[in-house]
């Protein structure tokens, strides 16, 4: 396999800075089961505060986050209202059947977006033949829509009709931040609508690994028996924690840089031959790449980037993702754009 130069796959391959490495070597610890580790205290304390929420949990991932907010939130044999690409409908290995024993009802989007008349549709009539609607969630950016936003007007529609149903709303958001500084809406303003928000670290963040999930009090008590079931009890977890602090102090507000280098990228791209790029779709870190070339497509063409030392992942026959983040640097964006073109014009 060649050497990767320029990693575009997902904000995920980020790697701990050595001032972050020197913070996690400095954090006092203890046992987290017990509720004893001080330094996941103060992280589960300030994402409950920056979330507004009354307590949150901190868990190994986004996808145990997710999974432990459905089994908290449902009843087996319930209904789980989503948008049909999203992560926990498409990237969570089946696991609210697995886990929950409930079923998903996934609703076609735009850019991530559920028509609310379709959502409202979708929830099922109290009759003996239908599963019941426990839960509705939605993702905040949204991966496979291509980081876009789901906008707060949009979210405030759906926890108004969820609260005159009586369903609760999950909202994932593991690239939330990535939301707030695109926007320079709060993060709390967001979570408002839900009554649980998942976050991850280990994203653009830059933490190596671990995620939050918040609401009540309640809820959180709850979530936390269910982390133990899963397998997410952890001890000395504050080493963990110590990185998902130091990202919140650090690596928020440089979100924006990887969202200007994912604008870069896309206005590069627009101008390939063989390409197309959603310009609409380009809110935070992400660009989906359409390939419309005679020679390749984005299996066999994410193949030849591959080869040049540049690696972003085939999501479906026609598009490519790629995603900035912390170790990207504008100037890999500039030479990404320059392999991008040669590759095109060797195979026209």
Not at 160 to 172: E, M, Q, S, W
Request: include cysteine; aromatic fraction near 6%.
């Amino acid at each position: 396999m060649p050497k990767i130069l320029i990693d575009l796959r997902s904000d995920t391959v980020t790697k701990p800075s050595q001032a972050m490495r020197n913070f996690i070597a400095q954090a006092e610890v203890g046992d987290d089961v017990y509720g004893e580790d001080p330094t996941v205290n103060i992280l589960e304390e300030r994402a409950a505060d920056l979330m507004g929420k009354e307590a949150a949990l901190y868990v190994p991932s986004g996808t145990m986050s997710n999974q432990i907010a459905i089994k908290t939130h449902t009843q087996p044999g319930q209904e789980v209202i989503c948008e049909e690409n999203c992560h926990i409908f498409n990237y969570e290995a089946g696991a609210p059947a697995f886990l929950s024993q409930v079923q998903m009802k996934p609703i076609r989007g735009e850019y991530g977006v559920m028509p609310i008349s379709e959502i409202e549709e979708a929830i099922r009539a109290d009759n003996l033949h239908l599963p019941p609607t426990g839960l509705i969630c939605i993702e905040n950016t949204h991966n496979r829509a291509g980081g876009t936003i789901y906008p707060l007007e949009e979210i405030a529609k759906l926890a108004d009709l969820a609260a005159r149903r009586g369903i609760p709303v999950h909202l994932d958001g593991a690239r939330l931040l990535n939301a707030v500084v695109a926007s320079g809406i709060e993060a709390k303003e967001w979570a408002g609508f839900a009554d649980s928000v998942s976050l991850c670290f280990s994203k653009g963040l830059g933490a190596p690994v671990g995620s939050v999930l918040a609401g009540n009090r309640d809820f959180i008590n709850r979530a936390r028996k269910y982390r133990k079931i899963f397998g997410g009890g952890m001890r000395q977890a504050g080493l963990l924690a110590a990185a998902c602090l130091y990202a919140l102090d650090h690596n928020v507000n440089r979100l924006k840089e990887d969202h200007e280098n994912a604008r870069l990228l896309a206005d590069g791209l627009k101008m390939v031959p063989g390409i197309y790029i959603d310009m609409k779709q380009v809110q935070t870190n992400m660009v989906m790449i359409h390939v419309r070339h005679s020679r390749y497509n984005s299996e066999t063409l994410s193949k030849a980037l591959l080869r040049e030392g540049v690696a972003a992942n085939a999501v479906d026959a026609e598009r490519i993702r790629a995603v900035t983040h912390l170790d990207v640097s504008r100037e890999m964006i500039e030479q990404a754009v320059e392999i991008f073109l040669k590759i095109m014009k060797d195979g026209s």
